[in-house]
């Protein structure tokens, strides 16, 4: 077999150690290593790696707060139209309590979070009285992406779990910005367990 040196280009013994014309020292060709992705890298014993993590869509709550400025300039202009003699800071208060009902919907959404990890799905609510279910994966049955016309308008959705359950209950993951996205996650890694 022939060799060429990758300096010079000359032609060489396929068994030479240097080049014949220039001398340079032939190195072994590297082998070709694959590289195999542990896992379980950087996680505690009995510790889960989490997959993703997502929280109900804010779409809506963003709506809300553009309706609710929008209320509280017209009442604003209205009291003081209506109502010459009244204070603007008054009216100008009224106005921002609109401000607190986008707030409390705000509020509410972030402290839901849906996690799935490689043998569960995690529901965490709360603040400070915080409970977490959690659903095996083992024990899911089906899985479902419903959208009324409002949320696919917007782009969410709900992923409804059927688990098998001794109540057979439902878990629904509440709008979810591309739930089919989610759900098809889902579906894979129930996929990889029962391999």
């Known amino acids: 077999m022939v060799m060429y040196c990758i300096k010079c280009g ?3 013994s396929d068994e030479a150690a240097f080049c014949q014309k220039c001398g340079s020292r ?3 060709e590297e082998e070709t290593r694959v590289a195999i992705r542990d896992a379980g890298r950087g996680l ?3 510790q889960q790696e ?3 993590t997502v929280s109900p869509t804010l779409k809506f ?16 202009a209205l009291f003081s139209m209506l109502l010459p003699g009244v204070s603007p800071l008054i009216t100008i208060f009224i106005g921002v309590l609109f401000l607190l009902v986008p707030a409390f919907y705000h509020l509410r959404q972030k402290l839901v979070r849906y996690s799935l990890t490689d043998t569960t799905i995690e529901i965490d609510r709360g603040l400070i009285s915080r409970s977490t279910q959690n659903v095996p994966l083992r024990r899911i049955q089906d899985v479902t992406v419903t959208s009324t016309f409002f ?7 709900d992923i409804v779990v059927d688990n098998a359950s001794e ?5 629904v993951l509440d709008n979810i910005d591309s739930p089919r996205k989610y759900a098809e996650m889902l579906l894979q890694q129930i996929r990889r367990l029962e391999r």
């Open 10 to 12: 000359a032609q060489n």
């Open 26 to 28: 032939f190195e072994d």
């Open 44 to 46: 505690e014993p009995g």
């Open 50 to 52: 989490v997959i993703f």
């Open 61 to 76: 709550v963003m709506a809300g707060y553009v309706l609710a400025v929008v209320a509280a300039f017209l009442l604003v």
């Open 151 to 157: 949320q696919r308008l917007l782009g969410f959705g």
């Open 167 to 171: 109540n057979g209950a439902k878990v």
